[in-house]
């Protein structure tokens, strides 16, 4: 194990200003993408041109790893790794390896498109990754490929989730953005489709996460409307969540083929029990998926900061936080908010 050591002075537990705990880090380890899906890289703006992080701007995996057990010192012991898309990392299974061994952490997961996951899987899974989510919004070859910005593939993903699944995964997530007037039909086919697989449904409402994926409240397909769906097709029994600040709300199906999940940010935010940081691959820490600016902490690392002076430099970001962004985003205050930053570089 990694020994983290102990900074001076820090407090057993580590809350901000509404008395939430730091627990989670959500670390994205790339920004590119090999999809372009509209609700968080439309291709007209991220085109071939565009400036991703250099390599020299990224941190490196000895520099995550130097932040990762900052955090650790804090009381984080859930790591959920994201992008961008982090496959396209290829030097991924030795940075899960490393961050597994840091003391604390007890639990690593990962966000993907899942197309890149037949040649990774196993490699995945032996180097400690614990679960996988795996996004896909239809079941239909043609939304599909249209919603992820024509690079996309329905059987690709469905090829991915299947290596999951035979690498030990247990269980596989599976996460479908639904928008009014675009994907809305595949409430049901989603639904059917992961009945009985073994793997867990969530269904997520579209988020007005970061200025560029043209989010209307009108295009909002509440959860409340898709758990109904689903509950007149095959009845849905509800599951006590299995910790403080579980996000998804759990249901399971009253004939034993499983559990689905719904995500309401917009209509039932859950920010009291938020106890999630975001890194971004170029070492900016953000305290909310929805903030307007992150904090530097590559700078500090770079000038030989070590993980205790790292995790004081955490601490004192996160004693102060106020986010409760999703509770407030129809309030003036939040609509006159600075531009906010994109999904793509703190994951979702």
Request: hydrophobic fraction near 40%.
């Amino acid at each position: 194990m990694v020994n983290t050591g102990h900074a001076v002075a820090l407090n057993d537990v580590v809350t901000d200003t509404r008395g939430r705990p730091l627990r989670d880090l959500r670390l994205s380890v790339i920004d590119q993408c090999n999809f372009r899906c509209r609700y968080c890289m439309p291709a007209e703006i991220f085109h071939e041109h565009y400036e991703f992080f250099s390599r020299a701007q990224r941190l490196s995996n000895d520099e995550t790893v130097t932040l990762v057990a900052a955090f650790a010192q804090l009381g984080v012991n859930k790591l959920r790794i994201t992008g961008g898309e982090p496959l396209l990392r290829k030097d991924l299974p030795d940075l899960l390896g490393r961050l597994f061994a840091i003391e604390g952490i007890d639990d690593i997961a990962m966000s993907t498109n899942g197309v890149l996951l037949p040649r990774a899987a196993s490699d995945l899974k032996a180097a400690g990754l614990d679960r996988v989510t795996i996004s896909l919004d239809s079941m239909d070859s043609g939304t599909f490929k249209h919603m992820s910005g024509g690079r996309g593939s329905l059987e690709a993903v469905l090829a991915g989730l299947e290596a999951a699944l035979a690498a030990g995964f247990d269980p596989v997530k599976v996460n479908a953005v639904i928008e009014r007037d675009r994907n809305e039909d595949q409430i049901l086919p989603l639904a059917e489709r992961f009945r009985h697989s073994g793997c867990v449904l969530r269904f997520i409402e579209f988020m007005d996460v970061g200025t560029r994926n043209a989010w209307r409240r009108a295009d909002v397909v509440s959860s409340e409307h898709i758990l109904k769906t689903i509950d007149a097709r095959w009845p849905l029994e509800p599951v006590a969540a299995a910790y403080r600040g579980e996000v998804a709300r759990r249901y399971r199906y009253a004939d034993g083929a499983g559990e689905v999940g719904f995500i309401t940010s917009i209509t039932q935010p859950f920010c009291q029990d938020c106890t999630r940081a975001r890194l971004s691959a170029d070492g900016h820490l953000f305290t909310c998926l929805f903030s307007s600016r992150g904090h530097d902490l590559k700078t500090a690392l770079r000038a030989g900061a070590t993980p205790a002076d790292l995790a004081q430099q955490i601490q004192s970001v996160w004693t102060v936080r106020e986010d409760a962004y999703s509770e407030t985003r129809m309030s003036p205050r939040a609509n006159a908010a600075p531009e906010r930053i994109e999904m793509f570089r703190i994951g979702g």
